[in-house]
């Protein structure tokens, strides 16, 4: 496995609030964790071992996720679009690009709202609906969870 994955790993855990991950690529694999559990086995070379080790003794401590805002926790269920995995929240195609979207922006289903970067590959997120972008909820560069909001798209 590609030290330089098993680094990229170890950044995404601890920009996040994640635990835990765990990687199989062929033959190998390696989990990093925060938490003080015994060392986990890693098949694989020695440097990724020493990694998993340094990322387990030196990861700074989990801040609880904040509590939704009241305007999200209002919204229905289906104007709310999530991140669909964990990643690096991108707003525009390259940095002095234009973003994908603004506020106020009208969209039809399958525009393109954002990208997430994980593990250097670049996931466009499509809107599930047409509407009127109401808000924009994740900063540009940031990392986001599995299942966070991104996007309010309200009917048009």
Known sequence: MDIR???????MLEESAIDEIEIHEDKDSVRVSRNQHPPAQVAGTAPARELQAAAQHSAPAVEPAP???????????????????????YEAQAPGKPSF???GQTVAKGDVLCIIEAM??????????????????????E??????PLFIIRDA
């Not at 994955?5 to 950044?11: G, R």
């Not at 990392?143 to 966070?148: H, I, K, L, R, S």
């Open 67 to 89: 509590a939704p805002e009241p305007a999200e926790a209002e919204e229905p269920e289906d104007n709310i679009i999530r991140s669909p995995m964990v990643g690096i929240f």
């Open 101 to 103: 979207v603004e506020l």
């Open 120 to 141: 250097k590959i670049m996931n466009q997120v499509e809107s599930e609906k047409a509407g009127v972008v109401s808000r924009i909820m994740a900063v540009n560069g």
């Open 143 to 148: 990392p986001v969870e599995y299942g966070q």
């Open 5 to 11: 994955k098993v680094k990229k790993l170890i950044e």
